[in-house]
T-cell receptor
């Protein structure tokens, strides 16, 4: 039981390049989330998916897109990376769409945009 | 506006003492509050959840209180150990219209041997 996995662990991009961050969970959770974490800012929600087939914007969605590929997988895409998107990105999942209960986090992706 | 406040300054204590971390929130009455631990370079890990009708919750050396009148939660670690050194985050459902948690920025705890 791997929990929440994320790939890649590290990535360096040039301004304007695109990339997709991958996330998968094996806990049969309905809800999945993408956060970014910057020094002194805490975790900020980018997008979430309350259940398979749905996605919604979070606090800081600009510059990102997401895809809930199936119940297990939730990807985050940067179409044209900017230095302001340099951050640590965390994926998380939780059990039910009816309540915001305990979240399980992946190990994170450290992204640098030059 | 709604927000969660945690002391941004690191808390330094001696091994064996009780560490107390604070989480304050404004303009909302959450149904529950959660605490997470985050080690450097790792994702947050869930520790405890306390509901609005619970005054106190314990798990081993951890204790959380929830005062909905003061809009405050206190997180205590008794008999602290150097291994307890980490950043501790509180999280709430902040009635943003999104079915998702809002996290505080966390307080770093350093336990000196």
């Amino acid at each position: 039981n791997a929990g929440v996995t994320q790939t890649p662990k590290f990535q360096v991009l040039k301004t304007g390049q695109s990339m997709t961050l991958q996330c998968a969970q094996d806990m049969n959770h309905n809800s999945m989330y993408w956060y970014r974490q910057d020094p002194g800012m805490g975790l900020r929600l980018i997008y979430y998916s309350a259940s398979e087939g749905t996605t919604d914007k979070g606090e800081v969605p600009n510059g990102y897109n997401v895809s809930r590929l199936n119940k297990r997988e939730f990807s985050l895409r940067l179409e044209s990376a900017a230095p302001s998107q340099t951050s640590v990105y965390f994926c998380a999942s939780s059990g039910t769409p009816e309540s915001t209960d305990t979240q399980y986090f992946g190990p994170g992706t450290r992204l640098t945009v030059l | 506006s709604q927000k969660i406040e945690q002391n941004s300054e690191a808390l330094n204590i001696q091994e064996g003492k009780t560490a107390t971390l604070t989480c304050n929130y404004t303009n909302y009455s959450p149904a529950y509050l959660q605490w997470y631990r985050q080690d450097p370079g790792r994702g947050p890990v869930f520790l405890l959840l306390i509901r609005e009708n619970e005054k106190e919750k314990r798990k081993e050396r951890l204790k959380v209180t929830f005062d909905t009148t003061l809009k405050q939660s206190l997180f205590h670690i008794t008999a602290s150990q150097p291994a307890d050194s980490a950043t501790y985050l509180c999280a709430l459902d902040m009635d943003t219209g999104r079915r998702a948690l809002t996290f505080g920025s966390g307080t770093r705890l350093q336990v000196q041997p």
